[in-house]
């Protein structure tokens, strides 16, 4: 089963870089080089919108792709690109490398590679610099989207740069130091332990000891069918942030069947201002997967591939929404 597995991995691989260019040329992927020390040894591909012609300052997504994709996989699947040539923003896009990880996953299970200033989120964190210096953006509206491994990723960067960020959107990821090392991370994708509160947040505090401010928003959405990364992981990451924003974990608001998909309940979580600080989408019949909503269209988008499903929900155009920088 484990060498059917990595086999079922390494075409996945072997697929992606057959269509990688094409893709690249596809969503327009500009790679840009020298952006930093780069300790984390990772690629950088930005997006720049179509007709960007003034100089108004505007968002930056920061997308991390899951194990097996790439930049170009990542974009594709999603379909940020559109959005950002509809509504104007940038885009950049990390990507991991294969000399890291063979499965070209995020090293989210490394503690050197998700601790304040090292590994790979400074070389994101690098990254996201060289973008604010060279493009008209918004310092004020960075966010970051992950799948999988780049879920994990993300909230790493939340927690290790909690004054970088406005918000976050974590697909089938789980809190922050879940695991330190690749047994750990194994065994926390499957069987995570029960923590308290308390417990899941103390990591972060201790990262940002001087920090006064708000922690950012996060948006969380996992399948209830997930075989790779179980649920329970999210849950916890519910836990971890609604502590930093000293709340509790009863919601506030529950709206099962979001947008008439039986499928999906959307939970907020308000703190004491009455700011939502979480949101949490539970999707039923969904396993390891971003939904897709392909066609022509402002509500639709999205490709279907190795881990996006068609679910007649462009969950990209929610995650947006939800940030705040589409109405």
């Known amino acids: 089963m484990i060498n059917k597995f990595c086999a079922f991995l390494l075409l996945s691989l072997i697929i992606n870089a057959f269509f990688s260019s094409f893709v690249q040329g596809q969503n327009e992927m500009l790679q840009i080089k020298n952006f930093g020390s780069d300790p984390g040894n990772?690629?950088?591909?930005?997006?720049?919108?179509?007709?960007?012609?003034?100089?108004?300052?505007?968002?930056?997504?920061?997308?991390?792709?899951?194990?097996?994709q790439d930049a170009a996989s990542m974009a594709k699947q999603s379909g940020w690109n559109k959005l950002a040539?509809?509504?104007?923003?940038?885009?950049?896009y990390p990507q991991q490398k294969f000399i890291n990880n063979p499965n070209t996953c995020f090293n989210w299970f490394r503690k050197k590679d998700i601790s304040k200033g090292k590994g790979e989120v400074k070389s994101i964190k690098q990254m996201i610099d060289y973008a604010t210096k060279k493009y008209p953006i918004d310092s004020s509206k960075i966010f970051v989207y992950g799948l999988s491994s780049g879920a994990a990723m993300g909230v790493a960067l939340l927690a290790d740069y909690p004054e970088l960020f406005n918000a976050g959107a974590i697909l089938a990821g789980g809190p922050f130091m879940a695991a330190t090392n690749p047994v750990s991370g194994l065994m926390s994708m499957v069987a995570i332990?029960?923590?308290?509160?308390?417990?899941?947040?103390?990591?972060v505090l201790k990262q940002n000891m001087g920090f006064k401010n708000k922690y950012p928003?996060?948006?969380?959405?996992?399948?209830k069918n997930d075989p790779v990364v179980e649920i329970k992981n999210s849950y916890q990451l519910i836990q971890q942030w609604t502590y930093l924003h000293h709340t509790d974990t009863v919601a506030d608001v529950a709206m099962p069947s979001?947008?008439?998909?039986?499928?999906?309940?959307?939970?907020?979580?308000?703190?004491?201002?009455?700011?939502?600080?979480?949101?949490?989408?539970?999707?039923?019949?969904?396993?390891?997967?971003?939904?897709?909503n392909p066609g022509e269209g402002l509500s639709k988008g999205g490709e279907t591939g190795l881990f996006a499903v068609d679910k007649d929900f462009f969950s990209t155009l929610w995650i947006a929404i939800d940030f705040g920088i589409i109405q």
Not at 217 to 223: C, D, K, N, T
């Open 193 to 203: 332990k029960n923590k308290s509160s308390r417990e899941l947040a103390a990591p």
């Open 85 to 92: 040539d509809n509504y104007g923003f940038f885009m950049l």
């Open 42 to 68: 990772l690629e950088m591909y930005m997006h720049v919108p179509n007709n960007l012609n003034d100089s108004v300052k505007r968002p930056l997504i920061v997308a991390l792709h899951g194990c097996t």
């Open 258 to 292: 979001f947008q008439k998909q039986a499928d999906i309940t959307k939970t907020f979580y308000k703190d004491a201002d009455g700011d939502v600080v979480v949101i949490f989408y539970e999707v039923a019949n969904l396993g390891h997967a971003l939904m897709v």
């Open 217 to 223: 928003r996060i948006i969380i959405i996992h399948g």
